[in-house]
């Protein structure tokens, strides 16, 4: 079993920028690609970005490329989403997943966090 555990989430202006936090638990965690997806009000969760075991890998959604940059310190069990230049279509709850089956965008896996929300104001 994986435990996932975001934070970081919060109200931010267009433009600001937020670091998100997923904190991995029960099960080592370097042998874990991983990744973020998020779901605005009324709409289906799409994929954000994804990151693999070591790092050495990411993809992102075309909506986020360039502003949006996943991380991961596996010494800390932990993944990041370090988000710039926010938008109000950015706003949504942000959920981190794993182990990620393949290091490509849109797939996921087993375990899900409980979703920080993140609010963009125009």
């Known amino acids: 079993q994986v435990q996932l555990v975001e934070s970081g989430g919060g109200l931010m202006q267009t433009g600001g920028s937020l670091r998100l936090s997923c904190a991995a638990s029960?099960?080592?965690?370097?042998?874990?690609?991983s990744a973020w997806f998020r779901q605005a009000p009324g709409k289906e969760r799409e994929f954000v970005a994804v990151?693999?075991?070591?790092?050495?890998?990411?993809y992102y959604a075309d909506s986020v490329k360039g502003r949006f940059t996943i991380s991961r310190d596996n010494a800390k069990n932990t993944v990041y989403l370090q988000m710039n230049s926010l938008k109000p279509e950015d706003t949504a709850v942000y959920y981190c997943?794993?182990?990620?089956?393949?290091?490509?965008?849109?797939?996921?896996?087993?375990?899900w966090g409980q979703g920080t929300q993140v609010t963009v104001s125009s």
């Open positions: 997943n794993a182990p990620v089956p393949s290091v490509v965008a849109g797939t996921f896996g087993d375990y």
């Open positions: 029960g099960r080592t965690f370097s042998n874990l690609a």
């Open positions: 990151i693999s075991r070591s790092g050495g890998t990411t």
